[in-house]
């Protein structure tokens, strides 16, 4: 959506509060009938937000505000495709009014040469100020800007729906997110809709998903926000089911997968391997391209000191394994990460 001369990319939007503007993903209409935690929270989170703008003024400041988290709140700023230097490259929000000041490089023209020589998909004259995957509140900008162009950001879309590893949670940074990683690598688009804790694949979340219309293929990954809870295996195989079956009906690809490699008890051992054997099934009943999550990150050691998200290097092992799959399936040929 469109707001002060801003794209605000993967935002369907702002809720105007005392702290500023925060950053829906799903409208709040479509929360209501979702479950609590991600009406209350993880829809507010800012996972693969980006401000996107070209720069009218010499410079452009941002201000943003972060609620306070454990991690840090530090938010990437690119030019196009390309990672701003030193100057402008990373910047911490904090907890008040923090100011982001941003220009273009002087290198403009060679920045332009690079995105032209290696078919980058972004123009390097649209900034993109990546938001970490905190609650994040814009509170406005001071210099001028224009939305971005036509034809500065590739027409390809890729929608990643999932839990808090899809969110990004232990990638260290969003650019280091599966999500962003398979987008970069495929040089297209990417919309992060990952719910931390919440993904819970209503039939209400399958349906608002379908009916946007800005996305070309998705991954599903689906299963582990479920483990601790007192749901019937019937219940959530019929759950995934009608969750699986919009996604068939409305045609675009789909790519399926379940609950990646983790390192919890045998109990959650046992919960997940069942869980797996329900995914497969019901992907392979509607014709959808599966792969299990252990196969996509198999590494035990990949996975961080909280026994269930993977690191920074299992982020990349499950972008490259599943770039393959994507790949393979899209466009008949295998790829890999560079």
Same mark, same amino acid.
């Given at each position: 959506?469109?707001?002060?001369?801003?794209?605000?990319?993967?935002?369907?939007?702002?809720?105007?509060?005392?702290?500023?503007?925060?950053?829906?993903?799903?409208?709040?209409?479509?929360?209501?009938?979702?479950?609590?935690?991600?009406?209350?929270?993880?829809?507010?989170?800012?996972?693969?937000?980006?401000? @996107?703008?070209?720069?009218?003024?010499?410079?452009?400041?941002?201000?943003?505000?972060?609620?306070?988290?454990?991690?840090?709140?530090?938010?990437?700023?690119?030019?196009?495709?390309?990672?701003?230097?030193?100057?402008?490259?990373?910047?911490?929000?904090?907890?008040?009014?923090?100011?982001?000041?941003?220009?273009? &490089?002087?290198?403009?023209?060679?920045?332009?040469?690079?995105?032209?020589?290696?078919?980058?998909?972004?123009?390097?004259?649209?900034?993109?100020?990546?938001?970490?995957?905190?609650?994040?509140?814009?509170?406005? @900008?001071?210099?001028?800007?224009? &939305?971005?162009?036509?034809?500065?950001?590739?027409?390809?879309?890729?929608?990643?729906?999932?839990?808090?590893?899809?969110?990004?949670?232990?990638?260290?940074?969003?650019?280091?997110?599966?999500?962003?990683?398979?987008?970069?690598?495929?040089?297209?688009?990417?919309?992060?809709?990952?719910?931390?804790?919440?993904?819970?694949?209503?039939?209400?979340?399958?349906?608002?998903?379908?009916?946007?219309?800005?996305?070309?293929?998705?991954?599903?990954?689906?299963?582990?926000?479920?483990?601790?809870?007192?749901?019937?295996?019937?219940?959530?195989?019929?759950?995934?089911?009608?969750?699986?079956?919009?996604?068939?009906?409305?045609?675009? &690809?789909?790519?399926?997968?379940?609950?990646?490699?983790?390192?919890?008890?045998?109990?959650?051992?046992?919960?997940?391997?069942?869980?797996?054997?329900?995914?497969?099934?019901?992907?392979?009943?509607?014709?959808?391209?599966?792969?299990?999550?252990?196969?996509?990150?198999?590494?035990?050691?990949?996975?961080?000191?909280?026994?269930?998200?993977?690191?920074?290097?299992?982020?990349?092992?499950?972008?490259?394994?599943?770039? @393959?799959?994507?790949?393979?399936?899209?466009?008949?040929?295998?790829?890999?990460? &560079?």
């Amino acid at each position: 959506m469109q707001f002060d001369e801003i794209e605000f990319h993967n935002v369907a939007e702002l809720e105007q509060t005392e702290q500023g503007y925060k950053l829906r993903r799903i409208p709040r209409s479509v929360a209501a009938n979702l479950n609590e935690g991600l009406q209350i929270r993880s829809s507010n989170f800012a996972s693969g937000v980006e401000l @996107r703008f070209r720069i009218k003024d010499e410079e452009v400041k941002i201000h943003l505000r972060a609620e306070e988290r454990k991690e840090a709140q530090t938010a990437l700023i690119y030019f196009g495709s390309i990672q701003g230097g030193w100057q402008y490259s990373t910047k911490n929000i904090g907890t008040e009014d923090t100011v982001i000041t941003i220009k273009y &490089p002087d290198n403009m023209e060679c920045l332009e040469e690079i995105t032209d020589k290696a078919a980058l998909p972004f123009s390097p004259y649209m900034v993109r100020v990546v938001l970490p995957y905190g609650i994040i509140s814009y509170l406005g @900008r001071e210099g001028k800007t224009e &939305p971005p162009h036509p034809g500065d950001m590739p027409e390809e879309c890729y929608l990643a729906y999932g839990s808090s590893i899809t969110h990004g949670s232990l990638a260290l940074a969003p650019a280091y997110a599966y999500s962003f990683l398979i987008a970069e690598k495929m040089k297209v688009d990417y919309l992060n809709q990952g719910y931390a804790g919440t993904a819970h694949m209503e039939a209400e979340m399958a349906e608002y998903l379908v009916g946007r219309k800005d996305w070309s293929f998705a991954t599903l990954e689906m299963g582990v926000n479920m483990l601790d809870t007192e749901l019937a295996n019937e219940e959530y195989e019929e759950r995934i089911h009608k969750f699986l079956e919009v996604f068939k009906e409305d045609g675009r &690809p789909v790519f399926v997968t379940d609950i990646f490699t983790h390192n919890g008890g045998k109990p959650k051992q046992d919960r997940t391997t069942v869980f797996r054997s329900i995914v497969k099934r019901q992907a392979e009943c509607l014709g959808l391209p599966y792969t299990p999550g252990n196969e996509l990150l198999n590494r035990v050691e990949h996975v961080s000191a909280d026994f269930t998200h993977p690191t920074g290097e299992g982020h990349r092992e499950i972008a490259e394994n599943w770039c @393959r799959k994507l790949y393979y399936f899209l466009y008949n040929r295998e790829s890999s990460m &560079p």
